[in-house]
């Protein structure tokens, strides 16, 4: 079985400052693939980042990063310079395996409020 | 631009009435969709895997009979939300991906269906 916990209900960051949404996970896959969506308040689920379990190197897209930990079993996603529009619930998710019809476990979400 | 497609985006109906809601993959052909209810300021739930050309595979706790998914071609899956009730109110998404590895789940817009 798999588990994703996000221990940040709710999160407030200056707008042009750096913020670090937390994510673990457990698993007992030895391949298994971590994601992070952003969801605003139109509902629709945007996908921000990828991390594979074997990847050597960190996962960044643009202004998301994801800093893996595989021996603490972390998947943080860190936004630079946040914006306005990054106001928005975030979503952890896990997959195991390697395959796009395996399901994917999410977290309970992070709601992050960017202040101007 | 969307690589997955949901329609409706809102129903509001009676109650009683039965509602379909489809999910079609513009970009790849998905033999695997997932469906998913969320309430509001909650995660995800899935509710169901969808098979192209076999029968979906629910969830515990998810009525088979209430809840009716068809997935007759590799670019379309529905759910048919049967005999609605105010309780079936909710957020549907769906989604799907390329069997890639490390391809992402892209989801559709969601439905948001009201029962009156």
């Known amino acids: 079985a798999q588990k994703i916990t996000q221990t940040q209900p709710g999160m407030f960051v200056q707008e042009k400052e750096a913020v670090t949404l937390d994510c673990t996970y457990d698993?007992?896959?030895?391949?298994?693939?971590l994601f992070w969506y952003k969801q605003p308040s139109s509902g629709e689920m945007i996908f921000l980042i990828y991390?594979?379990?074997?990847?050597?190197q960190n996962a960044t897209e643009g202004r998301y990063s994801l800093n893996f930990q595989k021996a603490r079993k972390s998947a943080n996603l860190v936004i630079s310079a946040s914006q306005l529009g990054d106001s928005a619930m975030y979503f952890c998710?896990?997959?195991?395996?390697?395959?796009?019809?395996?399901?994917?476990?999410f977290g309970t979400g992070t709601k992050l409020q960017v202040i101007p | 631009g969307a690589v997955v497609s949901q329609h409706p985006s809102w129903v509001i109906c009676k109650s009683g009435t039965s509602v379909k809601i489809e999910c079609r993959s513009l970009?790849?052909?998905?033999?695997?969709m997932f469906w998913y209810r969320q309430f509001p300021k909650q995660s995800l739930m899935l509710m169901a895997t969808s098979n192209e050309g076999s029968k979906a595979t629910y969830e515990q706790g998810v009525e088979k009979d209430k809840f009716l998914i068809n997935h007759a071609s590799l670019t379309l899956s529905t759910l048919t939300v049967t005999s609605a009730h105010p309780e079936d109110s909710s957020f549907y998404i769906c989604?799907?991906?390329?069997?890639?590895?490390?391809?992402?789940?892209?989801f559709g817009d969601g439905t948001r269906l009201s029962i009156l």
């Open positions: 998710a896990m997959r195991p395996g390697s395959g796009g019809y395996q399901k994917v476990t």
């Open positions: 698993t007992s896959d030895p391949s298994y693939g």
């Open positions: 989604s799907a991906s390329d069997r890639g590895g490390n391809q992402p789940q892209h």
């Open positions: 991390q594979g379990s074997y990847d050597q």
């Open positions: 970009d790849f052909q998905a033999t695997t």
